[in-house]
């Protein structure tokens, strides 16, 4: 059974970037779609400035017309903190047999032994870390031995069994961050390009991201 990819963020806002990294990831991984998470509130960041239906509403604007992505609103219905190892243990009791993959920047991988009960997670799905060509993980003790046990060099075993592989795909990675683009809305920049227009819109039409409280 075809794979599916799960990536979760903040998206505030969402941008070319985590699109990009979507994409690219289920070109790279034959996914038959990502489901793009937003969060309802992080266990460890502040909270996100814009709030979470509207978060949502730039998601949907972002990916009309885009069948390989959709949207998913489970943590943002939850309330509360998200975390991770509840979102996908709810995924699994929906789709019991589906291979599902997490996906995680290089960055979100090496912090993954902070997260709640994170040896679940690989229990519940793959994770596919998306890094750059010529950089290499730097894990900690217990990533490395995680590591040992779970990863896999080759993606078709992504789509062999529903869970327990960790793969690293090189794929193009856009520089750009959602704080970068809060920023230059503060300071009364142009951040055209760097996020999709009806996304751009909804931030202009309900004044997101103006103060310096927003960075």
Known sequence: MTAVGILGGTFDPIHHGHLRLALEM?????????????????????????????RLRMILAAIEGQETLLADDREIKRQGISYTVDTLAELRREHAEVPLCLILGMDAFLSLPTWRHWERIIGLAHIAVAH????????????????????TGDPKDLHRTRAGRVYFAVIPVLEISASGIRKRIAAGGNVHFLLPEPVLQLIHRYGLYRTASSL
């Open 132 to 151: 750059r060509l010529n950089t290499a993980p730097l894990p900690s003790a217990a990533l490395h031995a995680f590591l040992h046990r779970h990863r």
């Open 26 to 54: 289920a070109a790279a991984l034959e996914l038959a779609a990502v489901r793009l998470l937003p969060l309802h509130a992080p266990p460890h960041r502040e909270p996100p400035i814009a709030p979470p239906e509207l």
